[in-house]
Antibody
Framework: QITLKESGPTLVKPTQTLTLTCTFS??????????VGWIRQPPGKALEWLAL???????RYSPSLKSRLTITKDTSKNQVVLTMTNMDPVDTATYYC??????????????WGQGTLVTVSS | IQLTQSPSSLSASVGDRVTITCRAS??????LAWYQQKPGKAPKLLIY???TLQSGVPSRFSGSGSGTDFTLTISSLQPEDFATYYC??????????FGGGTKVEIK
């Protein structure tokens, strides 16, 4: 049974750096083809993909946010960490992590965490 | 690559056949997925690889298309299908993109 859960601050100040952790179980991020991604959703708005890290440490970022994002993994802890620098009120959103695979589901996201709401305000 | 969904919202009745379109700004592979999202919940994968039904998803959902035009069809809308639907693609650079969403409301 695959589960993922996001954790991190619920409130950050403008210009601060956000660090979110995705802790997962039921799969290994060392298995060929597997990836974990981050997606966000501002209140009342659409989903936006942020970043994805694959089993081989290949990292992909949204072109529009690439300069602000860093994604890393700790395979031994079953965790993926996303950092986003220079936070702004427009970054207020629910942040999700999700399981992906290049095999089978070919790049889609089949298991999602419950999401964590991050508010950016002074 | 941009994904444009249409319509952005629609009203339909239980039992109706509903079709949602996702158009890519340039030709993409068939690595296109569809998700259903209900308020306050995480998205749920319905279809991947343009037309493959995810395990456990009712057969009234189907996907089709290739190139730049893809569709999600609900053959007979059920009360639990009122939600927002998103398409998502994976391009050759392993970058993901989501469409803007289609909200399906009760008529």
């Amino acid at each position: 049974q695959i589960t993922l859960k996001e954790s991190g601050p619920t409130l950050v100040k403008p210009t601060q750096t956000l660090t979110l952790t995705c802790t997962f179980s039921g799969f290994s991020l060392s298995t060929s083809g597997v990836g974990v991604g981050w997606i966000r959703q501002p209140p009342g708005k659409a989903l936006e993909w942020l970043a994805l890290i694959y089993w081989n440490d290949d990292k992909r970022y949204s072109p529009s946010l690439k300069s602000r994002l860093t994604i890393t993994k700790d395979t031994s802890k079953n965790q993926v960490v996303l950092t986003m620098t220079n936070m702004d009120p427009v970054d207020t959103a629910t942040y999700y992590c999700a399981h992906s695979s290049l095999i089978g589901i070919v790049g889609s996201l089949d298991y999602w965490g419950q999401g964590t709401l991050v508010t950016v305000s002074s | 690559i941009q994904l444009t969904q249409s319509p952005s919202s629609l009203s339909a009745s239980v039992g109706d056949r509903v079709t949602i379109t996702c158009r890519a700004s340039q030709g993409i592979s068939s690595y296109l997925a569809w998700y259903q999202q209900k308020p306050g919940k995480a998205p749920k994968l319905l279809i991947y690889a343009a037309s493959t039904l995810q395990s456990g998803v009712p057969s009234r959902f189907s996907g089709s298309g290739s190139g730049t035009d893809f569709t999600l069809t609900i053959s007979s809308l059920q009360p639990e299908d009122f939600a927002t639907y998103y398409c998502q693609q994976l391009n050759s650079y392993l970058l993901l993109t989501f469409g803007g969403g289609t909200k399906v409301e009760i008529k």
